[in-house]
């Protein structure tokens, strides 16, 4: 069982930066994703990264503008959030995909999820 907390959304201008994190417990070597939810939508993939951090992968619609990393020192896997835009705005979750090497996008890959940070971006 991995518990996921994820933190650092909140209220922000179109064009400014926020910084999720997202602390795991136990801090195992899986492969960890973003996802993200907006009302009246299903949750989409954002990003991955891998248990070694070396290999990333990104949704077209945040590419270049979102990176994802993993602090091994401090149990997190940070999303720093760029140049957001109001299409930004959602409940964004971590989750875990229980396996150290692939880089996977579907929602089904993932076995633990956290409890979700809003994100909201003004025009």
């Known amino acids: 069982q991995v518990q996921l907390v994820e933190s650092g959304g909140g209220l922000v201008q179109a064009g400014d930066s926020l910084r999720l994190s997202c602390a795991a417990s136990?801090?195992?070597?899986?492969?960890m994703g973003w996802f993200r939810q907006a009302p009246g939508k299903e949750r989409e993939f954002v990003a991955a990264?891998?248990?070694?951090?070396?290999?990333?992968i990104y949704a077209d619609s945040v590419k270049g503008r979102f990176t994802i990393s993993r602090d091994i020192a401090k149990n997190t896997v940070p999303l720093q959030m760029n140049s957001l835009e109001p299409e930004d705005t959602a409940v964004y979750y971590c989750?875990?995909?229980?396996?150290?090497?692939?880089?996977?996008?579907?929602?089904?890959?993932?076995?633990?999820w956290g409890q979700g940070t809003q994100v909201t971006v003004s025009s």
């Open positions: 989750a875990v995909d229980p396996q150290e090497v692939m880089l996977r996008r579907g929602i089904n890959s993932y076995k633990y």
């Open positions: 136990p801090f195992s070597k899986y492969a």
């Open positions: 990264i891998n248990w070694s951090g070396g290999s990333v």
